[in-house]
């Protein structure tokens, strides 16, 4: 009776079609963690959205059920990443999608995750020594530059820049302030840095650090604004537009009212939802179909936003982030 099965199996085999009997078993569901820097800041909840979006495209795609775990810390707290990263292995997560705070302390915990065999991508903030196979989001020294070109050309070339900067311990706002400094020295030898202004990064802090800032040194006459976090509140701003040249990261909606009304000149837009959206797609690639981007960066251009484009750009954010 032996013989007959096993005669069975192999004759089973056979009519199999080349290497099928090797081929692995599409999952039914996936479970995939993301783990942003913070739940205040809302260039995280437009990437929410984008994971949330990428995992219903995707599950229609492949006929799957794609889950999106989201474990964020309500501020930023980069050992708070560390531990939720450590728990969506124990979890089960298929993978993970992580933008670091502070790069020092989440590499051992994405390595862990890595050989335990959940695949992980960062977004928007990299930590470079870690196992993760793919960064998505903004190039940082390219955005650095950008940013200080565009503010130069609106300062005519001359003047005071200040360099708002978040997090001091976050590498992607690190490479972002070192090339405006380096772009504002080879191209703009009439305009002085007075300083990198680093703050907790909430609006509230933000805009406060602003407000001391230009108290203590109203020479000011441009910010060069690596983030748009104090743009998130209402009358952050406290000189005459037009007085201040300013040129910022972001523009989600609460941003535009400084770009409508003469206070920010120009917005450069990250577009944050497809950090969501695409570190959701490169983790079902890497777990569906065992495939990894050709290069390890995926850029991710950013949009100028402009009085403008204004229209334009709203339709974006009509998708990014519906009112």
């Keep these: 009776m032996k ?138 020294k390219e955005c650095g530059e950008q940013i200080m070109d565009e503010l130069g050309k609106e300062m005519g070339g001359k003047g005071v820049v200040a360099i708002l900067a978040g997090n001091q311990n976050a590498p992607n706002l690190q490479a972002r302030a070192k090339a405006v400094r380096d772009e504002c020295a080879k191209k703009f030898p009439n305009i002085k840095i007075l300083d990198t202004y680093y703050h907790k990064e909430t609006a509230a802090d933000a805009a406060a650090k602003v407000e001391q800032v230009m108290e203590a040194n109203p020479q000011i006459t441009g910010w060069a604004m690596i983030g748009g976090w104090p743009l998130f509140t209402k009358n952050a701003l406290k000189w005459s537009p037009g007085s201040v040249k300013c040129v910022a990261v972001d523009a989600l909606r609460p941003q535009l009212s400084y770009l409508e009304d003469g206070h920010v000149n120009l917005l450069l837009a990250q577009q944050c939802y497809e950090w969501g959206y695409q570190s959701v797609t490169l983790l079902v690639d890497k777990i569906v179909n065992n495939k990894t981007p050709t290069a390890v960066f995926v850029p991710s251009p950013l949009i100028p936003v402009t009085k403008e484009t204004l229209a334009d750009y709203k339709k974006k954010l009509d998708v990014w982030m519906p009112e």
């Excluded at 089973?12 to 913070?38: E, I, N, R």
């Excluded at 298929?94 to 977004?123: E, L, M, Y």
């Design 3 to 140: 013989k007959y099965l096993l005669l069975a199996v192999t004759l089973a085999m056979l009519a199999l079609p080349a290497g099928a009997a090797d081929q692995p078993t599409a999952p039914k569901t996936l479970s995939l963690g993301l783990v942003a820097k913070s739940q205040s800041n809302p260039v995280f909840q437009a990437a929410r959205r984008g994971a949330e979006a990428a995992a219903v495209d995707l599950g229609k795609k492949y006929g799957i059920a794609i889950k999106i775990d989201w474990r964020t810390p309500n501020d930023e707290n980069a050992q708070q990443q560390a531990d939720n990263i450590e728990q969506l292995v124990l979890a089960g997560a298929n993978g993970i999608a992580v933008s670091c705070s502070d790069a020092n302390k989440v590499t051992d915990a994405i390595n862990r995750a890595v050989k335990n065999h959940v695949p992980v991508v960062t977004f928007d903030s990299d930590a470079p020594q870690s196992m993760r196979f793919a960064t998505y989001g903004t190039a940082d």
